[in-house]
């Protein structure tokens, strides 16, 4: 490969995950976005961050594992912290010593 062409690719690459990001910039710089998106727009990291983890959680090897998954148990307990302590190094903390503690039984 030549630097030119590693050049090239470097700026494709730029280009092709900047300019997502650009047009909605530009759009709503001049135009008021509606309540209602905004609104919606609130529960779109809480949903993906759900989706994410759940996945994790329960699918292993491409199939539902329910029974006998410590990680399921290591969720409800990093839940429990969390909505007790509202602490978000808690919970990690919590859930990364749970998860190695119920994985080695």
């Not at 730029?14 to 609104?39: G, I, Q």
């Not at 969720?75 to 808690?90: E, T």
């Amino acid at each position: 490969m030549t630097k030119t062409y590693l050049l090239l690719l470097v700026l494709s690459l730029f280009v092709v995950a900047y300019v997502p990001r650009l047009f909605p910039m530009l759009y709503f710089t001049h135009r008021k976005v509606p309540s209602w998106f905004s609104e919606w727009m609130k529960y779109v990291p809480v949903a993906l961050f759900a989706a994410l983890a759940f996945k994790d959680v329960f699918i292993t090897h491409e199939q539902l594992d329910i029974a006998w998954n410590a990680k399921i148990l290591a969720m409800i307990l990093v839940a429990l912290v969390a909505y007790k302590s509202r602490s978000m190094a808690l919970s990690v903390i919590t859930g990364l010593a749970s998860v190695f503690l119920l994985s080695m039984l």
